[in-house]
């Protein structure tokens, strides 16, 4: 069974639950992150609670796309962080940088019969009758890779990190996020050690 994240219709920007887009929502000592490369400030791409009472949020910089390794889990071009799910503020952008995707997208989740992945995408749009691109991604599971496997190490305890989610770039090309043009993004989390990686390939 796969889960797949599905489009589930524009949402505020401050919305809770699991979306892409808007602004995250942060506790009070948060410090928006900001690119080691270029310096300034990412882009925030989405917001997924998990299991265990932790959200985990990640952004990527596109103020120079291609050149401030933002693909790279530990490269500093992105940044992936597990937040706590109360006691909790919109964030304010910074006013300069490139920190915001152009739509606010609510994901919903939806069980698929199939073995892989990319079979319960075609299972989906064949039964739904939807458009593809309104597969968001899956939740869970084994991601499915496009290049070779990149499962990061934890910073905490060095082992292999679990495997949260795997994103596409969006339901609307005009809108959506940058992973390298039809690529996919990874996101992983060791709770016990407050890590969180994000990773894409194209």
Known sequence: MITLMTYGGA??????????????LVPEDFEWPECAHCGGPMQFLLRLPLEHGS?????????????????????????AMLLPAEGVR??????????????VSGVAFEDVEAETYFDASAEWVKATGRPVRQVLGQRGGEPSWLQ????PACPGCAGPMP?????EDGHDVATSANFGGGGCAYTFACEPCGQAVFLWQS
């Open 55 to 79: 959200v985990l949020t990640a952004f990527m910089c596109q103020n120079d796309p291609g050149l401030c390794e933002e693909w790279d889990p530990f490269a500093r071009g992105n940044r």
């Open 163 to 167: 495997f949260v989610a795997q994103w």
């Open 148 to 151: 070779g496997d990149e499962t």
């Open 11 to 24: 949402v505020a920007a401050d919305a809770g639950g699991t979306r892409t887009g808007g602004v995250p």
């Open 90 to 103: 919109a964030a304010t952008p910074p006013a300069t940088g490139v920190t915001a995707l152009g739509a």
